[in-house]
C-alpha cells in the first residue's frame, strides 16, 4: 500500500484524521445538553433533510383558508356584477354540490401536496446521501487544517 495516500496534500504531514473520527471525538450529546468542538463543528456532517409532514399541514391550513375564502369571493362577485348576492343567483342545488365537492377537492390538494413533499424530500435525500458518503471519505490535516478527500 502507498504510504503517500495517508499524507496531507498541502504540508505533506501524516498526521491526519478521517473527518468522521474527529467529528465523533468532538460532539458530545448528553440529553438536552448538545456541545461540540470549533473543529468538530468545522468537519460536522452534511445536515440531513427533514422528513415531509409540517408541509403537509402547511398545505391543509393553505387550503381551508382559500376554500373558507370562496364563499367571501362569490358574495362580492355577486354585489359588484349583479346588485345582489351571488348565493341568490346561483341555484341552491349548486351551492349544495359545492358543498359536498369542496371537502373532496381539499382532500385531494392535500393528498397532492403531500406527494410533492415526499417526491422534494427523497431528491434532497439522493443529494445528501452523496454528500455524506462524501464526508465519510473526508481527512483532515492536524498540522495545517487542511480537509481533503484522500484517493
Given at each position: 500500500m502507498d504510504s503517500s495516500n495517508y499524507r496531507c496534500p498541502r504540508c505533506n504531514s501524516d498526521n491526519i484524521s478521517s473527518s468522521p473520527l474527529v467529528y465523533?471525538?468532538?460532539?458530545?450529546?448528553n440529553g438536552a445538553y448538545d456541545h461540540s468542538t470549533d473543529l468538530a463543528r468545522e468537519v460536522a456532517p452534511?445536515?440531513?433533510?427533514?422528513?415531509p409532514g409540517a408541509g403537509?399541514?402547511?398545505?391543509?391550513v393553505y387550503i381551508s383558508v382559500f376554500l373558507c375564502a370562496l364563499p367571501i369571493v362569490g358574495w362580492i362577485i355577486g354585489l359588484?356584477?349583479?346588485d345582489k348576492p351571488l348565493q341568490e343567483v346561483v341555484p341552491a342545488v349548486l351551492n349544495f354540490g359545492q358543498a359536498l365537492l369542496g371537502p373532496?377537492?381539499?382532500?385531494?390538494?392535500?393528498?397532492?401536496?403531500?406527494?410533492r413533499e415526499v417526491?422534494?424530500?427523497?431528491?434532497?435525500?439522493?443529494?445528501?446521501?452523496?454528500?455524506?458518503?462524501?464526508?465519510?471519505?473526508?481527512?483532515?490535516?492536524?498540522?495545517?487544517?487542511?480537509?481533503?478527500?484522500?484517493?
Amino acid at each position: 500500500m502507498d504510504s503517500s495516500n495517508y499524507r496531507c496534500p498541502r504540508c505533506n504531514s501524516d498526521n491526519i484524521s478521517s473527518s468522521p473520527l474527529v467529528y465523533k471525538r468532538g460532539h458530545i450529546i448528553n440529553g438536552a445538553y448538545d456541545h461540540s468542538t470549533d473543529l468538530a463543528r468545522e468537519v460536522a456532517p452534511p445536515e440531513k433533510p427533514q422528513e415531509p409532514g409540517a408541509g403537509c399541514i402547511a398545505w391543509f391550513v393553505y387550503i381551508s383558508v382559500f376554500l373558507c375564502a370562496l364563499p367571501i369571493v362569490g358574495w362580492i362577485i355577486g354585489l359588484l356584477f349583479f346588485d345582489k348576492p351571488l348565493q341568490e343567483v346561483v341555484p341552491a342545488v349548486l351551492n349544495f354540490g359545492q358543498a359536498l365537492l369542496g371537502p373532496l377537492f381539499l382532500l385531494l390538494l392535500v393528498r397532492l401536496g403531500h406527494h410533492r413533499e415526499v417526491r422534494k424530500y427523497n431528491e434532497k435525500m439522493q443529494v445528501w446521501q452523496e454528500k455524506y458518503d462524501s464526508w465519510t471519505k473526508q481527512y483532515i490535516c492536524m498540522r495545517c487544517g487542511n480537509i481533503f478527500i484522500r484517493e
